[in-house]
């Protein structure tokens, strides 16, 4: 949803609020909860959509929320010396305060802000605050759900659904981060004492569930097949709909049987096999509904496998085509130039000092093409095929397409810079700078063109690269379905009692897309091993991605080594330096160096709550060890 978008909708339902939100920090302050009267905002779809809208511009767009951007927070990436402000910077020494506004004077998280509003605003959204007022808006809507008088059955299925989803969205967005919070299903007066107590985890995704499942129930695959939906044919690739709700269905409750979620409420480290049968169950309707051409999702070819992420050249088409499943709004394409372009390539090819580098330990789960993983980076291994004199050849294709590694051609046409055409990235090479170049040995193009220079200039106007990563996507749907059914049937070989494939199966499909051998058979002999595949391969698949903080928490491996870890590569080039194809260029004395360990502790496995919240009385206690 682009700001014109945006506007584009509210114009088509006719909203008619006084004002117009001109002022959203005026509209957040006032007392009452609506600009317009409870009658006028609720007697038909046209004004209750209207109502509705203001929920998607609560969604937070993590990958473009500040000047420079930090989402990855596990051990797969590591910024620049240069600046010390972002939270992955905070978190890597252990203080996970660092996500509440109070503890950030830049006010570059995304997740707290002080000045948040529901405007156009891409550095006024924040999780935290516009979380609550989301949930509290979404409650609103279902407490006055029975005056909607003037709609048909489908309309009041719409605007029901969509509350129904963004309660639960919310409320399951605080959970992953926090743990088990009161679950507010209804507008709590402003006059009365809090009393509501933390429910567990598993309770609390129970709730989500059930918001999740009627959201589901209700809401069609696709808008622009239903009466009210054609009035923006076209333009309802965003709205909330039976496959968005049925992957949160299956992702809360996966999450719910995932080792960690299991713990604090049974003490039992493992899986919870029950809410992994029903997170199986909900993927596998999803993929069934994709697979048949009923919804409108399927993967992106690997030839346009990048957009996904970016679109150029396009007018500013927001990224994700059919393989996106949801995404928040958008609302400047080209002001995503001026942070995730820049943020990935030393200062001397775009300017700015903040750089954020994937870390050699996480590149080496990028294995070979035949799909077999690589055992020690600096060992020759014949199984494989890897050959750490020619660490660049035979990869995983995805490693090519994310990796920039040594010698690979950065800037692409005319440059006064011929030395730094091509990436130096050995030890001590031009582009090895830990201040505003790269700490690893590494670059991440991954959501970026390569022309995206101050030479090639293709992050330039006229260009129109706009930069844009989903909340979900459908290949991951493929590889929690995976994890699920594993985990939750006990075999690599077990499916869904409703689809078809099995675990191991859904692996093999986003292994197909980008041309990699299917999982070895070594792999299968057990449900463990097989999970040792299904994690490295969300690794490779949706690196980057702001997925692996959240998966290495409830694995209940953030605080175990190796992924305390955090390296880089070393190595000198060695005979003649190959332009054409650098993948054959051959190295020696190759190594790994360690930049950092993250000494963590239990405490570590959910952040703080703010301690003005954790006081406002006793059934709200603080996280253990904060």
Same mark, same amino acid.
């Given at each position: 949803m682009t700001k014109h978008?945006?506007?584009?909708? %509210?114009?088509?339902?006719?909203?008619? $609020?006084?004002? *117009?939100? $001109? #002022?959203?920090?005026? @509209? %957040?302050?006032?007392?009452?909860? #609506?600009? $317009?009267?409870?009658?006028?905002?609720?007697?038909?779809?046209?004004?209750?959509? *209207?109502?509705?809208?203001?929920? @998607?511009?609560?969604?937070p767009d993590f990958s473009n929320a500040y000047w420079t951007n930090s989402w990855n927070w596990g051990e797969d990436e590591? +910024?620049?010396t240069a600046r010390d402000f972002h939270f992955v910077v905070k978190i890597d020494n252990?203080?996970?305060?660092?996500?509440?506004?109070?503890?950030?004077?830049? +006010?570059?998280?995304?997740m707290d802000r002080n000045n948040t509003n529901t405007s156009d605003d891409r550095f006024s959204k924040s999780l935290w605050?516009? *979380?609550?007022?989301?949930?509290?808006?979404?409650n609103l809507g279902l407490a006055n759900i029975g005056k909607l008088k003037d709609a048909t059955d489908e309309e009041r299925? %719409?605007?029901? *659904?969509?509350?129904?989803?963004?309660?639960?969205?919310?409320?399951?967005?605080?959970?992953?981060?926090?743990?088990?919070l009161p679950y507010i299903d209804k507008v709590l007066p402003g006059d009365q004492k809090l009393t509501l107590p933390r429910l567990s985890y598993q309770e609390c995704a129970d709730k989500a569930a059930a918001?999740?499942?009627?959201?589901?129930?209700?809401?069609p695959v696709h808008w622009d097949n239903t009466t009210a939906g054609k009035r923006t044919l076209g333009k309802n690739a965003l709205r909330i709909n039976k496959i968005m709700a049925l992957g949160y269905l299956g992702k809360n409750y996966l999450w719910a049987g995932s080792p960690l979620m299991n713990f604090v409420t049974n003490g039992n480290k493992n899986y919870n096999a029950d809410y992994c049968k029903k997170a199986a169950d909900a993927f596998g309707a999803l993929l069934s509904l994709c697979e048949s051409g009923e919804a409108p999702y399927s993967l992106i070819e690997f030839s346009k496998y990048y957009t996904n992420f970016y679109t150029i050249g396009q007018n500013w088409l927001m990224p994700g085509g059919t393989e996106a499943i949801f995404r928040g709004p958008y609302f400047n394409g080209n002001s995503s130039n001026w942070g995730t372009s820049k943020q990935y390539q030393p200062s001397f090819l775009s300017g700015g000092d903040v750089k954020f580098l994937p870390t050699a330990n996480y590149v080496d789960y990028y294995g070979m093409a035949n799909g077999?993983?690589?055992?020690?980076?600096?060992?020759?291994?014949?199984e494989s095929g890897y050959d750490p004199a020619y660490p660049w050849k035979g990869r995983d294709p995805r490693f090519y397409n994310d990796i920039v590694f040594d010698g690979v051609k950065c800037v692409q046409g005319a440059t006064t810079d011929e030395a730094n055409r091509y990436a130096n990235l050995y030890t001590n090479g031009s582009y090895r700078?830990?201040?505003?170049? #790269?700490?690893?040995?590494?670059?991440? @193009?991954?959501f970026i063109p390569r022309t995206a220079n101050e030479y090639d200039q293709g992050y330039s106007y006229d260009k129109s690269l706009n930069i844009h990563i989903p909340y979900m996507r459908l290949a991951d749907v493929y590889l929690m379905y995976a994890e699920a059914a594993a985990a939750g049937y006990g075999s690599p070989t077990a499916s869904a009692s409703n689809y078809g494939k099995t675990a191991v199966d859904a692996v093999n499909v986003i292994r197909d897309r980008a041309g990699v051998g299917h999982v070895a058979p070594r792999f299968l002999a057990s449900p463990d091993a097989f999970m040792e595949e299904v994690r490295r391969e969300r690794a490779v698949e949706l690196s980057f991605e702001g997925h692996r903080f959240n998966d290495l928490r409830r694995w209940m491996l953030l605080i175990e080594s190796p992924y305390t870890l955090k390296k880089s590569i070393e190595f000198d080039r060695a005979g003649t330096f190959n332009t054409t194809d650098p993948k054959l260029n051959r190295v020696i004395n190759l190594r790994e160096a360690v930049i950092l360990e993250r000494k963590f502790s239990m405490k570590h496995y959910w952040l703080p709550l703010k301690n003005s919240d954790a006081s406002m009385y006793l059934e709200f206690p603080q996280n253990p060890g904060w």
């Open positions: 978008y945006i506007k584009t909708l %509210l114009l088509a339902f006719g909203i008619i $609020v006084a004002a *117009g939100l $001109v #002022s959203c920090k005026k @509209y %957040l302050d006032r007392a009452d909860e #609506s600009i $317009v009267s409870g009658d006028d905002a609720f007697k038909n779809f046209t004004n209750f959509q *209207g109502f509705t809208e203001e929920l @998607y511009n609560c969604i590591i +910024q620049s252990g203080d996970f305060w660092g996500w509440q506004a109070q503890y950030d004077g830049w +006010q570059a998280g995304w605050r516009l *979380g609550w007022y989301g949930i509290r808006k979404a299925n %719409l605007i029901k *659904g969509q509350l129904l989803f963004f309660r639960g969205w919310f409320h399951f967005m605080f959970m992953q981060y926090f743990g088990g918001d999740f499942q009627e959201a589901a129930n209700i809401l077999l993983p690589i055992k020690d980076i600096t060992q020759a291994d014949p700078n830990i201040s505003t170049g #790269s700490r690893t040995g590494y670059l991440l @193009y991954k």
